[in-house]
């Protein structure tokens, strides 16, 4: 168990997770500003893109790059200087650290060796997109960036088909259509938007049905940077399904099942397969033995 009070004592080191930005400068807060300004050392996802930031406020803390493929060797050096009594900022490129950025890493580190962790509210792309989308808002999945891979795509959709939750997407315009369709031919037309270019000067909503996108898609250059939301499903179409998950299996391999993956007994396998399919033993037994 963990108990942390953020406040109660300033003099101690604390890691701070700080959002920036997702397009317009003007979304970073007063705290934001203060925070970056007031640490010992930020670490940020590009250094340089950082420092741009920091120019335009005139910021003149030092920075240290914390990156995907630094992030573990350089956590050891943040936290002991947290634990020194300093304060250190963690920001990625944009929006909030750990969502689909670095981040959660260091976060994780630092409640395990029982260090402060503050995070400030701020930009995030996939809250925006929910909330423009018009799309119900009171239950969602944020999943991020679905697997390129086709066949990996289509399976982690077959995941999601029965969750009645919103869905939110991050998606490359490279792979937007693909995952459009990838979308339409796993969840068949729902309701779903697109956000486009959140906060900048060619911010875009497109909301419609999955057949609707796929058009508006083709005819349209993808460019920029996209949250895809999608409706939830029915939960009961997925259940059923779960229910019948032999429905493509023969008795014989209905009944194999359960002899090998859950080392029944014939007799209790057809037993079961019997159960499972509502018809008397018998059959079961007979299909069993004849096919
Ligand atoms: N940490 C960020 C956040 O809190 O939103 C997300 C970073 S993730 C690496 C980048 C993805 O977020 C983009 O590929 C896009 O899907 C989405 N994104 C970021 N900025 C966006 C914007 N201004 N408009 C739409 N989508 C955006």
């Given at each position: ?41 930020i ?8 420092r ?36 250190i ?14 981040g959660?890493?260091?976060?994780q ?31 969602f ?118 002899i ?32």
């Amino acid at each position: 168990m963990n108990v942390q009070k953020s406040f109660d004592d300033e003099t101690q080191g604390a890691l701070y997770v700080v959002p920036t930005p997702i397009g317009n400068l003007e979304d970073i807060t007063y705290r934001a500003l203060n925070i970056l300004r007031s640490a010992n050392l930020i670490a940020a996802e590009d250094t340089r893109n950082t420092r741009k930031l920091l120019n335009h406020f005139d910021i003149p803390t030092s920075l240290i790059s914390y990156h995907e493929h630094n992030k573990l060797a350089r956590e050891d050096q943040l936290l002991e200087r947290i634990e020194n009594g300093e304060l250190i900022a963690v920001v990625s490129d944009a929006g909030m650290p750990a969502i689909s950025d670095p981040g959660f890493e260091i976060v994780q580190a630092a409640i395990e060796r029982e260090l402060k962790v503050v995070v400030l509210p701020g930009a995030n792309a996939a809250l925006c997109g929910l909330v423009g989308s018009g799309l119900p808002a009171e239950e969602f999945y944020f999943y991020g960036f679905l697997p390129r891979k086709k066949k990996d795509k289509t399976a982690e959709l077959d995941r999601l088909k029965g969750l009645r939750a919103t869905l939110l997407f991050y998606e490359s315009p490279y792979r937007i259509k693909d995952t459009l369709k990838a979308i339409q031919d796993v969840f068949g037309s729902r309701r779903i938007a697109l956000a486009r270019e959140l906060t900048k000067r060619f911010e875009e909503f497109i909301r419609g049905t999955t057949d609707e996108l796929l058009i508006w898609a083709e005819a349209n250059e993808m460019r920029g940077e996209f949250v895809i939301i999608v409706e939830g499903g029915d939960e009961s179409e997925q259940s059923a399904e779960d229910a019948e998950w032999w429905r493509e299996m023969t008795i014989m391999e209905h009944v194999d099942y359960y002899i090998e993956l859950d080392k029944l007994s014939s007799k209790d396998a057809i037993k079961q397969v019997a159960v499972d399919r509502n018809v008397p033993k018998r059959d079961v037994y007979q299909a069993y033995h004849i096919e």
